[in-house]
């Protein structure tokens, strides 16, 4: 086992333990940004989409993994991210200028519904959440001028200072602007983490009574999370638009707010690195699954012809992790990491009092 | 002068009046207890200071103020904290972490300083923790800083929600039952912080406790209360020898 010396108390406050963390971190960015000269396009692609996948992710994450808030109506962040960004490139806006108002715009939204969402809870505060789709729906088609209504938009190629960004004739430039922006995000969000912010987040999802008396605002706190949460989904969502190119409102279905629910908890509720963990498993699968089809097929076996076998695959591995790994995927890494730090001393039932349940997951 | 004045204050909850006109005045610097059989309204009386609950009738003045209709988040940064009977810590944060949301009324940095985590955060990060460290040396929770409050055992869970009431800062701190599930020996530490509390720090202390030796070694004033309402004040042993207080008693054991 490695024990770390603090010899000051910025070694507790500073992002990372050690040097070598430091290290690993660089490492993992270095072959992120050199992956367009390691695979072809057709992998750089999905890795770009598990990119906003996880930029998505990490917007949920902030709510339901560290404010404790479920969100049924995601998908309505992503969809005004998307519609915002889109619809402002087509009037000529620049997308340095864009980008951002698509956040700003999804996290206002997001702010100004949650004052009257915020102080429900649990399921209640769930099931309003859906309400979003139906007015996200209204808005497109009532702003059918701007968004194309039913038929869709087209979100436009991306331009900075002259240079292509597109998804389709420029992918490696694409792909680096979406992990320029998934790092960016990614700092901030740990920056918050390790301030007073991020601790009156984890305030309000663990104890509602003591945030209050130790003088947190509860309404407004839940208010912010809401906001930021919005406001990433909503950069990802603009993401998303640019990546799938023409689109409609459908492509923000029940369906995706569900698989975000799925990315950050089969993740691991409560952990940055759990949205990646998560949008990593939620792209792969159905790779897996075409995979497994196509091999099946090879052996006279036709998988193609039962229905709904991606859900079901998503259902079981979901119930899995609730029952045996609340935790997540990156809890679970983080059991096997310390395993094999501490081998040969590790004992099986070492974890066992840590078995815990987020109150996310209780549903007051 | 007292620092604390509560005024003919009362709550009912559908018929049930769980306080029911009680008024006392706890003193600066002066260590105040309430007793009284289980469903006295103790832990009532702390929720309606902490303003969880809204007084049917009554008043609470803290430091001259009116704070009967202050929100609830607003007591704290008057300058009172409090633990809770069945501990509320932040079960999936560290020690440090739990003591470090104590120190909540003190930040200076807005949101998106946050995030960019500017040196001014830097700073501030610096003060917390300097405060918190303190508390860490005064309540000896070393060798539990970077622990898991889940984990932890009873005894120090109760440790750390002290802490985190002290970290606020604050002139009156309310520990509800701060003794309960605590070995004799670690009682016997709560008494000597108590008294470290009003003497080194210059706190006021308003506790609620069953342990009669731990409330008689401290306390400066006892209020004894049953079903709600005042039956005797005065000195531990005064209220301790109440013919009223004692059947009281007597009468929830009976029952
Ligand atoms: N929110 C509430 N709704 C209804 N009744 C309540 C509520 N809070 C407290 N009560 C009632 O008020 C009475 C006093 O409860 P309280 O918790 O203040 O007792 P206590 O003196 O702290 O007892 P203990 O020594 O067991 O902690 C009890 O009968 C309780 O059931
Ligand atoms: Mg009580």
């Not at chain 1, 209050?212 to 208010?223: E, Q």
């Not at chain 1, 989904?233 to 409102?249: Q, V």
């Not at chain 2, 005894?155 to 985190?164: A, F, S, T």
Request: aromatic letters at 10%.
């Amino acid at each position: 086992m490695r024990v770390t010396f603090k010899t000051s108390y910025d070694r507790d406050i500073d992002l990372h333990e050690s040097w070598r963390q430091r290290g690993w971190i660089a490492l993992l960015l270095a072959i992120m940004a050199a992956l367009p000269f390691l695979v072809g396009e057709y992998y750089l692609a999905e890795a770009t989409n598990t990119l906003i996948w996880a930029l998505a992710g990490m917007g949920l994450m902030v709510l339901v993994g560290h404010t404790g808030q479920v969100s049924l109506g995601h998908a309505a962040f992503l969809a005004i991210g998307a519609y915002t960004d889109a619809a402002l490139m087509n009037a000529g806006v620049p997308f340095l200028v864009s980008f951002p108002l698509a956040g700003l715009a999804a996290g206002l939204f997001g702010a100004l519904v949650a004052i009257p969402a915020v102080r429900m809870s649990g399921i209640y505060l769930a099931i309003a959440t859906l309400a979003l789709f139906v007015i996200v729906e209204e808005l497109v088609i009532i702003l059918e001028p701007v968004t194309g209504g039913i038929g869709g938009i087209q979100a436009p190629s991306i331009m900075i200072f002259g240079m292509e960004f597109d998804r389709y004739l420029a992918l490696d430039r694409f792909y680096w602007l979406c992990l320029a922006v998934v790092a960016l995000v990614t700092w901030g969000y740990a920056n918050l983490l390790r301030s007073p912010t991020g601790r009156s987040f984890l305030a309000v999802r663990d104890s509602e009574i003591s945030a209050r008396a130790l003088g947190v605002n509860v309404t407004r706190t839940r208010a912010l999370a809401f906001g930021l949460s919005s406001g990433v989904t909503g950069l990802a969502g603009a993401l998303m638009g640019h990546y799938i190119g023409f689109f409609n409102y459908e492509l923000f279905s029940i369906f995706i707010s569900i698989n975000l629910l799925l990315v950050v908890t089969i993740g691991g509720l409560g952990f940055i690195q759990g949205a990646f963990f998560g949008a990593i498993l939620i792209t792969a699968v159905p790779q897996i699954i075409s995979i497994l089809r196509d091999t099946g097929s090879n052996w006279g076996v036709d998988l193609g012809t039962i229905p709904g076998l991606d859900t079901a695959i998503f259902a079981v591995i979901l119930i899995g992790f609730i029952i045996y790994e609340p935790a997540g995927l990156y809890g679970r890494w983080l059991k096997i990491r310390a395993w094999f730090e501490l081998f040969p001393l590790a004992r099986r039932d070492m974890f066992r009092r840590q078995k815990t349940y987020l109150k996310t997951e209780r549903m007051r | 002068m007292s620092l604390l004045e509560v005024e003919d204050l009362a709550v009912h909850f559908g018929g049930v009046k769980a306080v029911d006109g009680v008024s006392f005045s706890v003193r600066e610097g002066s260590v105040f207890s309430i007793i009284g059989p289980n469903g006295a309204g103790k832990s009532t009386i702390f929720n309606l200071i902490s303003r969880i609950y809204r007084p049917t009738r009554g008043s609470i003045r803290f430091d001259g103020r009116d704070i009967t209709r202050l929100a609830a988040h607003e007591v704290a940064r008057l300058g009172i904290a409090r633990t809770f009977q069945n501990i509320e810590l932040f079960d999936h944060s560290t020690v440090l972490d739990n003591l470090l949301m104590g120190r909540h009324v003190h930040r200076r940095s807005n949101f998106i300083q946050d995030i960019f985590f500017t040196p001014k955060v830097r700073r501030e990060e610096h003060i917390h923790r300097t405060r918190v460290e303190e508390v860490i040396t005064f309540l000896e929770l070393e060798a539990y800083r970077d622990k898991m409050i889940a984990g932890l055992p009873y005894g120090v869970r109760k440790v750390v929600e002290i802490g985190r009431a002290l970290a606020l800062g604050p002139r009156l701190i309310l520990l509800d039952e701060p003794a309960s599930g605590l070995s004799v020996e670690e009682s016997r530490e709560v008494a000597f912080w108590i008294e470290d509390m009003r003497r080194d720090m210059g706190l006021t202390v308003l506790m609620v406790e069953h342990d009669m030796s731990l409330v008689a070694q401290v306390s400066d004033h006892v209020l004894a209360v049953a079903e709600g309402r005042m039956l005797a004040q005065g000195s531990a042993a005064g209220v301790q020898a109440d013919p009223d207080v004692r059947a009281a008693y007597l009468g929830t054991e009976a029952a």
